[in-house]
């Protein structure tokens, strides 16, 4: 099992950006891809962007593409989430995942860290 920690949240004014980080540990080795999500007060939770380890593939949502970039170290076990140009509609608690099931996009995340909170003011 892979133990994720994410950091990085905080406040921002809209227009601005943040770059969030997740710490991965454990059974890394395991891991075929990463992933963002994030849940807003009183919605479902909701897919961000994915990257794969090896081949550095990267998905999208819509809502954050061309704002949102996905990248990852694998010297540390780290990928990263740069959010540039963040609108109020951004806020919500990201977190980070790890699937191990090889598919195209990236799917049936099992791990996940704690979260961290993103607030987007106007």
């Known amino acids: 099992q892979v133990q994720l920690v994410e950091s990085g949240g905080g406040l921002v004014q809209a227009g601005g950006s943040l770059r969030l980080s997740c710490a991965a540990s454990?059974?890394?080795?395991?891991?075929?891809?990463m992933g963002w999500f994030r849940q807003a007060p009183g919605k479902e939770r909701e897919f961000v962007a994915a990257?794969?380890?090896?081949?550095?593939?990267?998905y999208y949502a819509d809502s954050v593409q061309g704002r949102f970039t996905i990248s990852r170290d694998k010297a540390k076990n780290t990928v990263y989430l740069q959010m540039n140009n963040l609108k109020p509609g951004d806020t919500a608690v990201y977190y980070c995942?790890?699937?191990?099931?090889?598919?195209?996009?990236?799917?049936?995340?099992?791990?996940w860290g704690q979260g961290t909170q993103v607030t987007v003011s106007s």
């Open positions: 990257i794969t380890w090896r081949a550095y593939n990267t």
């Open positions: 454990g059974r890394t080795f395991e891991s075929y891809a």
């Open positions: 995942a790890s699937t191990t099931v090889r598919t195209i996009p990236p799917t049936d995340f099992r791990s």
